[in-house]
C-alpha cells in the first residue's frame, strides 16, 4: 500500500509589482507547492493576477497571511527599505521566508532577521538569483574542481542605459547580483572593499560605480555598475592558473565559456614564461529557468529541514559588501 503524498507546502506572495508576479508563476507550478495567497496594497495589481491565480485569496494586508496557521511560506518582493522588518514579521508569525535581495539596507537590520528565523527555527532564504543559474552552478564546480587551477581574480560588468531611481544607486540596485555571485565563488568574506563612483543624471544617486574588493587568500575582483551606458551587458569573467572562464548572461547558447589560456613556464629558461593559448569551449548547461530552480530550492528546504544555498548569513555577508562600498563611495 503507497503511502499518502505529503500535504502541499502552502505559500503567499506579497509585494505584486514588477518581481512578485514571476515569483507567484513559479510556486504556482511547482509540484507539491500551494500558491495560497497573493498580496498587495494595490487593488489593481491584486485583481489581475487573480485572473491568473484564481485559487489563490487576495488581501492588501500581510497580517492576513501571518494568521492564517495553514500557511507555511511568505515571499517577500517588497520595496528593498521593508524586507528586513518583514522577514522578521514572518519568522515571529512562525513561518518560513523568502525574501528578495538585498536582505536589508544595512548590516544591523540584516542580523536581527537572521536572529529572529533563527529564533523561530524557520529558513530564511535571500533570492540571490545568479547563486542558482546553471552557468554559475557549473562555474563554481570547476573552481572548486581547481579545473581552472588556483584563483587570480574575477571582473563583473553589469551595464546598460536603464530605468533611472531615485530610491537607489547603481550600487545597491546591481551590485547585489555581482557581490553576490563572487562571494560564492570565491568562498570569502572581502578585508578590503573600495569604490568610486559619479552621479551624472540625477544629483546624490550614483550612476555609474566602479568597485574592488580584496580577499583573504590574496583573490581580487572588480565590478562596473551602471545604468547609464551603450552597452547591455552582464558578464562576468574568472581568470585562474591554468584555465580562464566567462559567464555572459546575455548570449542565447554558449553563456559559459573555457578558454585554456594562460602562461606556463618555460622550462628551456628559468624563471621566464610563454604564453599558452589552446581549446575554447562551452560545457552543456541545462536550459532550465533560474527562477523556477531558486522556488524549488526553498520548497525542497521547507520539506528536509536543510540550509539554502543563499540563505540568511549568506544575505548577511552580501549586504556587509554591500555597506563597506557604499561608506567607501560616501568617503
Given at each position: ?56 485569496h487576495t488581501t492588501a ?184 572562464a566567462t559567464f555572459d ?83
Open positions: 500500500m503507497s503511502e499518502p503524498a505529503p500535504s502541499p507546502v502552502r505559500v503567499g506572495v506579497v509585494g505584486l509589482g514588477y518581481w512578485g508576479p514571476n515569483l507567484a508563476r513559479n510556486f504556482a507550478a511547482i509540484p507539491g507547492c500551494e500558491l495560497a495567497w497573493l498580496c498587495d496594497a494595490s487593488a489593481e495589481a491584486r485583481e489581475r493576477l487573480k485572473a491568473s491565480f484564481p485559487g489563490a494586508e500581510i497580517g492576513e497571511l501571518l494568521a492564517d496557521e495553514t500557511l507555511d511560506a511568505v515571499v517577500l518582493a517588497t520595496p528593498v527599505p521593508t524586507h528586513a522588518e518583514l522577514a522578521i514579521a514572518v519568522a515571529q508569525a512562525g513561518k518560513h521566508c523568502f525574501v528578495e535581495k538585498p536582505l536589508a539596507t544595512n548590516a544591523p537590520d540584516a542580523e536581527r532577521a537572521v536572529a529572529a528565523a533563527a529564533q523561530a527555527n524557520r529558513i530564511l532564504m535571500v533570492g540571490h538569483l545568479l547563486e542558482y543559474h546553471p552557468a554559475v552552478t557549473k562555474l563554481k564546480e570547476l573552481i572548486d574542481g581547481e579545473e581552472l587551477g588556483g584563483l587570480y581574480y574575477i571582473y563583473g560588468n553589469r551595464l546598460n542605459l536603464g530605468k533611472l531611481r531615485a530610491d537607489e544607486n547603481a550600487l545597491w540596485s546591481l551590485g547585489a547580483h555581482d557581490v553576490s555571485v563572487a562571494l560564492h565563488l570565491i568562498g570569502e568574506e572581502p578585508v578590503e572593499c573600495e569604490a568610486h563612483g559619479a552621479s551624472y543624471v540625477r544629483g546624490g544617486v550614483q550612476d555609474v560605480v566602479f568597485c574592488y574588493l580584496r580577499f583573504p587568500s590574496g583573490v581580487v575582483a572588480h565590478l562596473h555598475l551602471s545604468w547609464l551606458d551603450p552597452h547591455k551587458e552582464r558578464r562576468i569573467t574568472v581568470v585562474g592558473a591554468q584555465k580562464m548572461d546575455m548570449l542565447i547558447e554558449g553563456k559559459l565559456t573555457i578558454y585554456d589560456k594562460g602562461f606556463d613556464e618555460d622550462t628551456r629558461s628559468w624563471g621566464e614564461y610563454i604564453a599558452r593559448s589552446g581549446d575554447t569551449f562551452s560545457p552543456r548547461i541545462p536550459n532550465r529557468e533560474p527562477l523556477r530552480i531558486e522556488c524549488e530550492h526553498f520548497v525542497e528546504c521547507i520539506r528536509s529541514g536543510a540550509s539554502p544555498r543563499s540563505d540568511g548569513n549568506s544575505g548577511l555577508r552580501v549586504v556587509r559588501v554591500l555597506e563597506s562600498l557604499q561608506h567607501a563611495l560616501d568617503g
